[in-house]
């Protein structure tokens, strides 16, 4: 199976922390049995990060990456020569008008034919490698860290500021901000946006629309370039608004499902969360005046129904779930 084509937008790394027995999970949806499956094969999309010719937006490096297979070629549509990435990329729509010969020899209909086969399947993969070495490949260890910080703790007032500083908070955010757009559930302000476009627009061109959308702000997300949604974003929370850190009951521990970070109904609260991994998870709320000049890290310790609190509001939100172990009792009460 080809790496790049099977592109998961909720990662694998992720998903790990949940495992049994290698790269099992168990599945579960409301009403059902629970059924087990490979990390590998769930929440993913084929090429799901990665640009193609017909995409509005496509960066540089995409461009020489796909258009490169015309550099033999001589290329015209309406007596204009296409002799930059950036012409080709802009009238890649009208291929099949264009003119073109190879050593001023026009090609052949079969050999058009190829050659328009061949632009249509290139694939510039650099979001998925770059979410990849960003990223998904410290989670791991990153979230590992979280739990032997907050796992141990006695006294929920006990003070970890020297142990979980401020590069932990500002990665944290980083995290909550990437799950939280590439797996976005109904209520997120970008659907939304794209929900009113359909009052206007066929659908087919509003996902278009969004998927380029998507694409460019994730790239300038992962490349640290300031002006995209995402980086403002980041740069609003980490102003604005802090954790507050739940760690689940040692004989019980939280579900996640297709969406990690989630808008939860809790005892008719509203919470913004973030599950982390079985053991912990963190509320993302607005500080006050007074906690933006007394900062402090809250931990709460969870018992047993209230870890199922959660697990029953994750439920009510999620398509899919996936738990720690099939003991649905224990889990969900």
Known sequence: MDDTKRQHYVPQTYLKAWCYSGDSLYIYKSGNDVTTKNKENIFKKNYLYSQTADMIYLTPM???????????YEVKYNGML???????HENY????????????IPLKKSERNVLKNSLSQAKDNFLENKWNTELENDWESFSKTLEDIFNPLIDEAEDISEKFNKDYFDKLFKYYLMFSFRSKEETHPVNEFFDFLKRFLPNDIVEELKKNWEIKDFIDFVTSNNNGTMNKSLENIINSCSFYFLVSSPSCSFITSETPCLTLNIENNIEKAFIISPKIAVIIGRLSEDERRNPYIKVQKLNTNGTQAYNNAILDKAVTVILPNNDIKNLFG
């Not at 995409?62 to 033999?72: E, G, H, M, R, W």
């Not at 296409?82 to 080709?88: A, E, H, I, R, V």
């Not at 008008?97 to 001023?104: F, L, Q, T």
Request: hydrophobic share 35%; charged share 25%.
């Open 93 to 104: 729509s009208f291929f099949d008008n264009w003119g073109i010969e190879n050593n001023g």
């Open 62 to 72: 995409a461009k020489q990456k796909i258009f490169s297979l015309l550099d033999t």
């Open 82 to 88: 296409l002799d930059t990435y950036d012409k080709l």
